[in-house]
């Protein structure tokens, strides 16, 4: 006879295995999310709604695939840096603009607006392997062009964008001038022991000690933490102590981990920061905290802002 523990063992068994199996087959359906409940895929406004001058960019990806990005400017002059953002896995570039538009404003810069594939305008289907290849492709569009300063390119990611942004920068060492995080999980397993608990067991994440299946059936790691320590230049790391999404502690792992081998490494903490607000709540500090960073490792290029002498003595 079978008796009553061993069917208990036997139920909770089935679970995990039936949520192992359901989280290995609906990972990428999990891990992004182009079209929010209710929404459909296409913008729901353009930087014109909100008086932004724009360019619409059109590029190809490694492997083919065709990608839509704005290309914003604060004036058609600007000498400022240029943001290269990559956002959160859930919508699309419309959904940021508003935060986009005081970007602009507070550190008078340029900002480039990726969609991923399979968000937006662009085509195909998300992946880690396809959205490394889009943002190498938006790095490269904005190194060849020749009406900015090709020097001050920062990347800048949130939650999924800053795995994306991670990436970029280690593989980028000379393109890449400086990075900003915010908000950043430090990688797809560890995630999904937080939304999953009675799956901990079974994810290798950070500080697992379980036998680690999952990690063979995952095709979306965007393992942050394995990442972070590679990278050369400058890091600023932007935490929401309320974050209700991604652990704090993940943040604080991050930069640890960073700061072990470079030591321009800045963590800012906003004790009222969510997942999606901390620009909000985080008030001037938070921006005034962006600009100072930018200042101190991203400075200005004299030599191609001073005046040329022939047009001195032309004048």
Request: proline share 5%; charged share 15%; glycine share 8%.
């Amino acid at each position: 006879m079978v008796s009553y523990g061993n069917l208990l063992l036997y139920g909770v068994g089935g679970i995990v295995v039936a949520g192992m199996a359901l989280l290995v087959a609906l990972q990428e359906k999990l891990v992004y999310v182009p079209v929010l409940p209710g929404l459909t895929k296409s913008y729901s406004i353009t930087p014109a709604r909100l008086n932004l001058g724009y360019e619409d960019v059109w590029l190809r990806s490694s492997d083919g695939v065709r990608l839509h990005a704005w290309f914003i400017k604060l004036f058609p002059n600007c000498t400022g840096p240029t943001i290269l953002f990559f956002q959160e896995n859930a919508g699309n570039i419309a959904h940021r603009l508003e935060m986009i538009r005081i970007m602009l404003q507070k550190l008078q810069c340029n900002v480039f607006m990726l969609s991923y594939r399979g968000y937006g305008a662009s085509d195909g289907y998300p992946s880690q392997l396809g959205i490394t290849r889009d943002a190498q492709a938006a790095l490269d569009h904005l190194t060849q062009r020749t009406d900015i300063d090709t020097s001050r390119i920062v990347v800048f990611g949130r939650s999924l964008g800053g795995a994306v942004g991670a990436v970029l920068t280690k593989n980028n060492p000379d393109k890449v001038a400086a990075l900003i995080l915010e908000n950043t999980f430090t990688s797809i397993l560890d995630m999904a022991g937080v939304l999953l608990p009675f799956l901990k067991w079974f994810i290798g994440g950070s500080g697992s000690k379980g036998p680690k299946v999952l990690n063979f059936f995952v095709r979306s790691p965007w393992s942050t933490i394995d990442i972070i320590g590679q990278i050369k230049q400058p890091v600023l790391f932007l935490s929401g102590l309320q974050d209700e999404m991604v652990p704090p502690s993940h943040m604080q792992m991050l930069y640890a981990k960073a700061a072990t081998r470079n030591r321009r490494c800045t963590f800012v903490e906003f004790p009222t920061g969510m997942h999606m607000d901390t620009w909000l709540s985080g008030g001037d500090r938070y921006w005034r905290s962006i600009q100072l960073f930018l200042e101190q490792n991203v400075p200005e290029n004299m030599e191609r802002t001073a005046p040329n002498e022939n047009d001195s003595e032309a004048m």
